[in-house]
């Protein structure tokens, strides 16, 4: 093989617009772009006239594990977060700005597959990708940020708005990447390749989000730190306690059991990261849209509780272990 051998390409290799020449046909676009990438900027049309803006950076050694995850993975994973917090708000989104920050010498296929998946995820929910930005970075840096943007059909759903009485529902899967990670870090992620797959590619209920604002619901997160430690968010923001039943958790934990253990399996559905579920408070008379299950409820008091006990501790936290 010689050194011009496409997968022997390193980003060095190629100019800029080289580069971008590249990347750009992996990308979709959408009716909402009324100006693409190529130009200063994007132009992107919102149909409420207000603009919901949110980004998340995933860093490699941090973030993820070259180990673990391909290139494509890490490109659908920073799709997934971002778009997660807009359907978190009750929007859609309409655009994403993607930064790439890299070692000179990263090998061009990693990015063109992490352009790929990227792509792929955006494309799958009709969402555009406007533009972004190229950095060279030192020895081993590899970073990629994406930058969302969404619209909205009314007033969002905030953190804030939950009320004694509220139930409590959730829309997706829990404990699923957090199991994933656990096989993947105990060098078993062979025996449940579906968990692995969702640790790296984790699939939010995105649809799920608007029909709650619609519904009604009073407040709304998506579960990126864990349930116990998102949900105590609410709690905080509304002046309530969340308070869950493991009872209704049972059929989340009895999924995970058998991969990782029946202790495991509770933490990991209480405490387990990186999932982009939504978790939601609806009034209790309220009837609850498709794809949504009732975990608990809403009472008076501070924090979090799981039956009936205070809960404070557990999730991720990028600062503190
Ligand atoms: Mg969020």
């Keep these: 093989m010689s050194d011009h051998e496409p997968t022997k390409r390193r980003l060095a290799d190629l100019s800029e617009d080289d580069l971008l020449a590249e990347i750009f046909p992996l ?4 009716p909402q772009t009324v100006i693409g990438p190529g130009d200063d900027t994007a132009l992107v049309s919102s149909a409420g006239g207000r603009v919901l803006a949110t980004t998340d950076t995933m860093v490699r050694g941090r973030d993820w594990l070259d180990e673990w995850s391909s290139g494509a993975d890490v490109g659908a994973k920073a799709v997934a977060q971002n778009v997660a917090d807009i359907a978190a708000m009750g ?10 920050v890299a070692d000179p ?31 060279s970075a030192p020895e ?13 059909d009314g007033d969002p759903v905030l953190r804030s708005g ?16 957090a199991a994933g990670l656990a096989l993947l870090q105990q060098g078993r992620g062979g025996e449940a390749p579906d968990l692995v797959a969702f640790h790296c590619r984790p699939r939010p209920p995105f649809e799920q989000g608007p029909e709650a604002r619609q519904a009604g619901a009073t407040a709304m997160l998506d579960l990126s730190d864990g349930l116990i430690r998102d949900a105590g968010r609410i709690a905080k923001s509304s002046g309530v306690c969340l308070a869950f039943r493991t009872a209704a958790l049972s059929a989340d934990v009895q999924r995970l059991a058998p991969s990782v253990g029946q202790s495991a399996a509770l933490e990991s559905v209480l405490t387990g990261g990186e999932e982009h579920s939504l978790l939601a408070c609806f009034g209790p008379s309220v009837p609850l849209p498709q794809g949504w299950r009732i975990v608990g409820d809403v ?7 799981v039956d009936g006990k205070a809960r404070s501790r557990g999730g991720w936290d990028h600062f503190t272990p």
């Excluded at 004694?164 to 404990?175: F, Y």
């Design 91 to 100: 929007g859609q989104a309409t655009g994403l700005l993607v930064t790439l």
């Design 105 to 135: 010498q990263t090998p061009l296929e990693w990015v063109l597959d992490m352009a790929r998946g990227l792509g792929e995820a955006a494309r799958a929910i009709d969402v555009a990708v406007l533009g972004g930005d190229l950095s």
């Design 162 to 177: 939950a009320r004694v009485g509220d139930v409590i529902a959730v829309a997706g899967t829990l404990g699923r990447s």
């Design 27 to 30: 990308l979709p676009t959408s």
């Design 299 to 305: 009472v008076e008091g501070e924090g979090v509780t």
């Design 140 to 152: 081993g840096v590899l970073m990629v940020s994406v930058t969302a943007l969404g619209e909205l």
